[in-house]
């Protein structure tokens, strides 16, 4: 085959030098052939690109690690999968299997729950818009409701009436634990009084019985010390209520936000050496219970880890499908996917793995995707070296969160399968055809094409 002529540029190679951190501006890309001991080659000839790759083996892997961190210092842990992190049925299954309940944030969710076979009182249910119609259903299947607002607590109210009986409720707080920005928008703010406010308000109204916490402070939470905070506060909140209310706080929902090795875009340092590990995360926060719980008392400890989980467990193969030289000189490469599939790219630097060994000096790439959109940019400067058409590119992580905020903007979403641990490749999610777009389409009669 005859090579194809590209015009020569100047690019400053830049030498070998390690940074202070020990690793090479000029490293040669890892290569990838398997994941989990199927070739790339193999999925993508029977399953196309691009191809989203679950590892069961990994999420397995992921979840025990995490569940041990905390049960092994801790007698009363609950994991709850958090759906909106990523809501596949396999994966959601997987967790269930694992002992994970249900963690849910919109009627959609709790009915993709309810679905999959998971029992009311083994959903969490959150989130700033619960339609009073299903804050009905939930109420009646015995979901454990975590308030968001004032007016929530009137509907509940209301739902009671209905049903003719008290409801268990909790609510979410919002409080400072030295994370900023701080995420005020959910929940009830401790420090202004607002939390206690809504206590009050609920004891008064006589018609909920409030049971428990809970709070979420925010997502890629790089402080362990923020989740400690985070349980004092909390503990010591839930003693206040105890002593002036008669409630009895049953549980403590300390939320999820752990994060995956990943790599937020604009941090210099690797993930291995930035994010603690997960048993730095457990013994910060067991420590602040046991230092704040009275001896003796072993409220639940709900967890609702999503990205730690999960994110790991997944790849995006893609294909290079053109190349072009911008005019500053930077090679840029289209890829068949792009920010419609990775929607994380927005704020994550992925791991770029290449299927085969590239011959040639790297140089300052971009990679773009395939949407008609300016913004359509998976990486945008990266050292690559010279890839021809038709080389898969392997991102990771991609678990968490692309497979539920995709866009299906000018073009299908793909297959996704899991490789199972017995070695065997199942499709999880089927690759969309027109049928799908268009499904729920009506073409008025007297505007059809005759
Ligand atoms: C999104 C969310 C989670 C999961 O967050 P991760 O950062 O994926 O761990 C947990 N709880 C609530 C209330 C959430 O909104």
């Given amino acids: 085959m005859k090579k194809k002529y590209e015009k020569p540029v100047i690019t400053k190679i830049e ?66 999968w958090s759906y909106k992190t990523n809501y596949l049925q396999a994966v959601c299954a997987i967790l269930h299997q694992e002992g994970a309940i249900a963690e849910v944030v919109s009627a959609f969710e709790y009915e993709k729950a309810r679905k999959l076979g998971i029992e009311g009182k083994d959903i969490i249910f959150n989130g700033p818009h619960k339609p009073i119609e299903i804050l009905e259903i939930a109420a ?9 607002h004032f007016d929530e607590i009137l509907d509940l109210e209301k739902v009671a009436d209905k049903l003719g009986k008290q409801i268990k409720v909790a609510i979410r707080l919002n409080m400072d634990t030295g994370i900023h920005p701080q995420w005020s928008r959910f929940g009830f703010n401790l420090e202004t009084g607002q939390a206690m406010d809504a206590v009050k308000r609920i004891a008064a109204g006589g018609k909920l019985i409030l049971n428990g916490l809970h ?24 003693y206040e209520i105890e002593n002036n209310f008669g409630f009895k706080i049953e549980y403590l929902d300390i939320g999820g936000g752990f994060p995956s090795k990943n790599r937020l875009k604009g941090t210099y340092l690797s993930p291995d050496v ?18 704040n719980l009275r ?3 072993f409220p639940k400890l709900f967890i609702e880890s999503g990205r730690a989980i999960i994110d790991e467990a997944e790849y995006l193969i893609t294909t290079i499908f053109a190349s072009k030289r911008l005019p500053d000189g930077r090679k840029a490469y289209i890829a068949d996917a792009g920010v419609n599939l990775l929607f994380t790219a927005f704020w994550y ?11 040639g000096a790297n140089e300052p790439s971009v990679i773009y995707g395939p949407l008609c959109m300016n913004i ?10 010279p890839l021809e058409r038709g080389t898969r590119l ?29 070695g065997t490749v199942e499709v999880v999610r089927e690759k969309e055809d027109l049928t799908d777009i268009e499904n729920r389409e009506r073409l008025p009669e007297k505007l059809k094409i005759k």
Avoid at 276 to 285: F, G, L, Q, V
Avoid at 399 to 420: C, H, K, L, S
């Fill in 349 to 359: 630097k992925f791991n770029i793995e290449i299927d085969r060994e590239v011959y």
């Fill in 376 to 385: 359509d940019v998976i990486e945008e400067g990266t050292s690559l070296p």
């Fill in 15 to 80: 030498t070998g030098f390690m940074n202070k951190f020990g690793s090479s501006p000029y490293y040669a890309r890892k290569i990838r052939k398997d994941i989990d001991g199927i070739t790339i080659d193999e999925l993508v000839n029977k399953y196309g690109s691009p191809l989203f790759v679950i590892s069961e083996r990994k999420l397995r892997e992921n979840y025990r690690k995490m569940y041990n961190a905390f049960a092994s210092r801790y007698p009363n842990v609950q994991f709850g």
């Fill in 140 to 148: 009646k299947e015995g979901a454990m409701i975590n308030i968001d």
């Fill in 295 to 297: 001896p003796g008392d």
């Fill in 215 to 238: 709070c979420h402070i925010g997502t890629f939470i790089i402080e362990p010390e923020a989740y400690a905070k985070e349980v004092e506060k909390m503990v010591k909140f839930a």
């Fill in 394 to 422: 392997i991102f990771s992580p991609v678990g968490a969160y692309n497979n539920t905020q995709w866009m299906q903007f000018i073009e299908y979403r793909p297959n996704i399968v899991m490789i199972m641990e017995d």
């Fill in 274 to 291: 930035l994010i603690p590990s997960i048993d730095e995360y457990a013994e910060k926060i067991t420590e602040a219970l046991y230092s």
